[in-house]
Structures are given as C-alpha cells and as structure tokens.
T-cell receptor, first 112, second 115 residues
Framework: QKEVEQNSGPLSVPEGAIASLNCTYS??????FFWYRQYSGKSPELIMS????GDKEDGRFTAQLNKASQYVSLLIRDSQPSDSATYLC????????????FGQGTRLTINP | EAQVTQNPRYLITVTGKKLTVTCSQN?????MSWYRQDPGLGLRQIYY???????DKGDVPEGYKVSRKEKRNFPLILESPSPNQTSLYFC??????????????FGPGTRLLVL
C-alpha cells in the first residue's frame, strides 16, 4: 500500500461545476497535509495546507481533513479551464525534519 | 524576487559522465530538498538538508550525492549517471527545518536524459 494514494484520473469536470479531488494516507502520525497544483512541464505550487480536522476555505478552494478516516480532499468551486492541471496531495511526516510524502497526483481537466 | 533556481533546466548526457545540477535559493531558508518525479510514481525525495553541513538521505538516494557548504546552495551530484536516472528533478526549500507544517517552495525543474 502506498503511503499517500490518489486516483490518477483523468478527472473531467465541466466549467462552472465543483471538482472534487481525494487523497488517502496510511501513516497516522502525519500531522499536516498539502495540496499542490502542477501544470504540465512546470513545478508544483502550493494551493492549500491543512493541519486540523474539518474544512479550510480559501477563495474557490476548500480543503477537508478527516484524520479518523485518514482522508484529505480538495474541492474547487466554479471550476475554470485554468484549473486544468495535475493536483498533488502530500502528507507531512515529521521526524526531526519535515518530510513530504506525495501521492502520484490526479490529472484534472475542466471542459469549457 | 524570492525564488529557487536550478541549472541546467535541460540536460542530455551519456552513461557514466559525472554531472552536477545546481540549486540556489535567495530566501535564507534552512531546509532544502531534492526530488525526482517519474510518471506514475509521483515526487520522491532523494536527499534533504536541514542546514549548512547537515544532509540526510531521502527515499531514493542511491546513485546521488549532495553537499551543503553554503546556506543558499544545495547541488545534486550524479557521479556515474545511468539511464534509470532519467527523470525530472526538482529542488525545494522551506524556511525552517524544525517546524511542522512549513511550506516547501519548488524550483523550476531540471529534465535529465541519460543515454
């Protein structure tokens, strides 16, 4: 079992709809979770970070964390074609220094 | 502008020819890390550094070396590259090594092809 798992997709969503991206993790010690967006051929850029159970909202993005179920999700409201990218989920394992463990990423396509 | 830079951005080389990929950050970050990204495998950590002269292995360190002689620089060295090291490499940095939840900032990536 991979430490961080994502559905690789592709996930196709019509413009204006809600895109829902999911991630599960196996290490219960993980404390912090990150969602990175990566356009093709570019570097990952941070979208959201979440540390506590519940929802965290930032503009059109909402991250959800459920530590009991070991589940993290990212919702993108009012999806735009510019949201088309690969979304990487990362769990932080902290052992004296930060270590990020990434999922394989979910490719999201927003259809106009 | 605050940034992480990598050079070269693209590199084609042959098996066994030593190469170095440079990484530099201008944000006075303590923590720096190297990742490789391969299709279907995601980002995997190669090495990381908590500060000057403090480095440690990540998940896939075989075939790589690093050094951290200055806080801003963290070069990745392939002493004898092999085709299985063909990959997209990212350097990343974060402000503090010993703090939970720090954001890592990524460089633009180096695409390496080993023939």
């Amino acid at each position: 079992q991979k430490e961080v798992e994502q559905n690789s997709g592709p996930l196709s969503v019509p413009e204006g709809a809600i895109a829902s991206l999911n991630c599960t993790y196996s290490d219960r010690v993980s404390q912090s979770f990150f969602w990175y967006r990566q356009y093709s051929g570019k570097s990952p850029e941070l979208i959201m970070s979440i540390y506590s159970n519940g929802d965290k909202e930032d503009g059109r993005f909402t991250a959800q964390l459920n530590k009991a179920s070991q589940y993290v999700s990212l919702l993108i409201r009012d999806s735009q074609p510019s949201d088309s990218a690969t979304y990487l989920c990362a769990a932080e394992r902290f052992q004296g220094a930060q270590k990020l463990v990434f999922g394989q990423g979910t490719r999201l396509t927003i259809n106009p | 502008e605050a940034q992480v830079t990598q050079n070269p951005r693209y590199l084609i080389t042959v098996t066994g020819k030593k190469l170095t990929v440079t990484c530099s950050q201008n944000m006075n970050h303590e923590y720096m890390s190297w990742y490789r990204q391969d299709p279907g495998l995601g980002l995997r950590q190669i090495y990381y550094s908590m500060n000057v002269e403090v480095t440690d292995k990540g998940d896939v360190p075989e075939g790589y070396k690093v050094s951290r002689k200055e806080k801003r620089n963290f070069p990745l060295i392939l002493e004898s590259p092999s085709p299985n090291q063909t990959s997209l490499y990212f350097c990343a940095s974060s402000r503090f090594s010993g703090r939970v939840g720090e954001t890592q900032y990524f460089g633009p990536g180096t695409r390496l092809l080993v023939l």
